[in-house]
């Protein structure tokens, strides 16, 4: 098994001059593959050895990625985090790690000033630009050094390479430890799945993606957005990355979707290049897959595949067979269509629980139709997590003739009689009632299907020892809540199965959404909101 910055390496040697970034910065897979020895060289010299774990705080370019795959050539660890969580929930989720190096732009380095704690067991610290410190190091001063001789690792199957953190959309964000095998086997799908190319010219909308095809050869276009906030992008710029440099592919989430394809529509244009769009994340409605094949060549495939952190991507669905599937609805009633599991993964359907589950062969599964939790296992199944005994305990099962653990998405669903996958959301944010329980995704779409609703969010109240499902609703800009509007709402709930109990109807202005996809809505926040509102 080759290590992840040998993709890198072995396809530079038989294409040198050809652009690995094309912007904002351009650097050939040569250049690229100088800088990261010159920065691995520098990095052992400083002391960053193999199995040291080393915080990246660095803004997406050319240093993110020759500091990334330096890391990975000299055995470090790097350490990914969103900062888009805020610095607050950054801090605590890094202080766990006991990191003991950090490459970070001035900016990151302050969170050393603001949160002590979180960086005490650093030693070493490299800065992108001024330092807070004599003693701190500069990559501008590793970078021109000529020391080029440095110790290549070569690390074995089951060798942790990398920490990604969890988005923690549902909860404290998450350290998920990656094996070498693991990015091998997601370069892998990206290749064999998904048809990624060394003649594709890739849009990048999330850097740790970009990683991974660019050890494929494809050059990337780095977009004009900032990442970790996307609800701030101005789709004309991607749009324009797009046509300048003739992009064939791009990886982004529904809501970057859902803008450029707005954009598209408001202004007649059709984005000529675009061939494979990638978009996962959230839940992709029927409407958005009919939209952005509006403005994409007819060849254009949308694959919305399923995945997380943890497990990127298990399944797999294309807009022709979506499409059909959905044939003329708008509404996604009996949950999103995520395809079929991957080649290589095995899926399961069990039995809701929140108690830890010890072995696969004791699980419950479901039926084809009826909901459960989804669980998974395969090569590219995270098999732990990091500092965190309790994540691990809830979120893997074993098995008893194999030594890769299953994971418990956390994530409920169905299969059909076709073996389709169909999600219904998290299980943490599920309604028990008396009468039954309530998923998130076919119940909003009841409400969202009304023409004045931006979105909706379930939630339980609990009262007593009962608990009422209450909907929260997000309405659209310019039209205002009112005793009508509620009883066209409930008027929706009567005509659904999973709505008939819902009776309450509460508006919220602006859902809190999580940063990095800005579509997942903490419902956990809005039901604290909803029991002060229902008070």
């Known amino acids: 098994m080759k290590n992840i910055p040998d993709y890198l390496f072995d396809f530079a040697q038989s294409n040198p001059d050809k652009p690995a970034l094309l912007h904002p910065d351009k650097i050939s897979f040569s250049g690229l593959c100088l800088l990261t020895n010159r920065y691995a060289a520098g990095f052992q010299d400083i002391g960053i050895t193999q199995g040291m774990k080393t915080i990246v705080l660095v803004t997406p370019g050319v240093d993110f990625f020759a500091i990334t795959f330096a890391l990975l050539r000299i055995g470090a660890v790097p350490v990914m985090i969103d900062p888009g969580m805020g610095n607050k929930a950054m801090a605590y989720a890094l202080s766990k790690t006991e990191s003991r190096a950090f490459i970070g732009i001035?900016?990151?380095?302050?969170l050393r000033l603001m949160y002590p704690h979180a960086f005490r067991h650093v030693e070493i610290f490299v800065t992108t630009g001024f330092s807070l410190r004599w003693q701190?190091?500069?990559?501008?001063?590793?970078?021109?050094?000529?020391?080029?001789?440095?110790?290549?690792?070569?690390?074995?199957?089951?060798?942790?390479?990398?920490?990604?953190?969890?988005?923690?959309?549902?909860?404290?964000?998450k350290a998920v430890i990656y094996q070498n095998r693991m990015i091998d086997a997601q370069i892998k799908y990206l290749r064999n799945h998904f048809n990624y190319k060394s003649d594709d010219i890739d849009l990048c909308t999330f850097p740790l993606i970009g990683l991974l095809v660019i050890c494929l050869g494809l050059s990337i276009v780095l977009a004009d957005m900032d990442m970790t906030h996307p609800l701030r992008l101005k789709p004309d710029k991607l749009?324009?990355?797009?046509?300048?440099?003739?992009c064939s592919s791009m990886f982004c989430s529904p809501l970057v979707l859902r803008l450029i394809t707005d954009y598209c529509i408001a202004n007649k244009l059709h984005i000529k290049s675009l061939t494979r769009v990638l978009t996962a994340g959230a839940p992709v409605s029927p409407a958005l897959l009919r939209n952005i094949k509006r403005v994409l060549p007819e060849c254009s495939v949308v694959h919305t595949p399923f995945g997380s952190t943890e497990a990127?991507?298990?399944?797999?669905?294309?807009?022709?067979?979506?499409?059909a599937v959905y044939g003329n609805s708008e509404n996604y009633f009996n949950g999103i269509c995520v395809g079929y599991p991957l080649k290589g993964i095995r899926l399961k359907i069990i039995k809701i629980t929140d108690?830890?589950?010890?072995?696969?062969?004791?699980?419950?599964?479901?039926n084809a139709g009826e909901v459960g939790e989804i669980v998974?296992?395969?090569?590219?199944?995270t098999q732990s997590y990091l500092a965190d005994d309790w994540a691990s305990k809830i979120s893997k099962i074993a098995e008893s003739n194999s030594s890769l653990l299953w994971h418990r998405t956390g994530d409920v669903g169905k299969s059909d009689e076709n073996g389709r996958i169909w999600y219904f959301g998290r299980k943490s944010q599920r309604v028990e009632t008396g009468t039954g329980t309530l998923f998130t995704i076919p119940c909003e779409a009841v409400f969202n299907q009304h023409p004045a609703v931006f979105r909706s969010a379930l939630v339980g109240i609990k009262s007593?020892?009962?608990?009422?499902?209450?909907?929260?609703?997000?309405?659209?800009?310019?039209?205002?809540?009112?005793?009508?509007?509620?009883?066209?709402?409930?008027?929706?709930?009567?005509?659904?199965?999973?709505?008939?109990?819902?009776?309450?109807?509460?508006?919220?202005?602006?859902?809190?959404v999580d940063p990095r996809h800005n579509a997942k809505i903490f419902r956990e926040k809005l039901s604290e909101w909803a029991k002060i509102q229902l008070k």
């Not at 108690?355 to 479901?366: D, F, K, R």
């Not at 909907?471 to 009883?487: D, M, N, Q, T």
């Open 106 to 110: 001035p900016k990151a380095h302050l």
């Open 136 to 173: 701190d190091h500069s990559l501008k001063a590793i970078r021109k050094s000529e020391c080029f001789n440095y110790e290549i690792c070569h690390a074995m199957p089951s060798d942790v390479v990398a920490v990604f953190f969890t988005s923690g959309s549902t909860g404290p964000a």
């Open 239 to 246: 749009i324009m990355n797009i046509e300048q440099f003739n």
């Open 312 to 323: 990127l991507s298990v399944t797999d669905a294309v807009d022709s067979e979506l499409l």
């Open 355 to 366: 108690n830890p589950v010890e072995t696969i062969e004791n699980v419950q599964e479901m």
């Open 376 to 381: 998974v296992n395969g090569p590219n199944v």
């Open 464 to 512: 007593n020892s009962q608990t009422e499902p209450v909907i929260c609703i997000e309405l659209k800009a310019g039209i205002k809540k009112s005793e009508h509007l509620v009883k066209e709402l409930l008027n929706l709930a009567q005509e659904n199965k999973w709505t008939k109990k819902v009776s309450t109807v509460l508006f919220h202005k602006n859902f809190p």
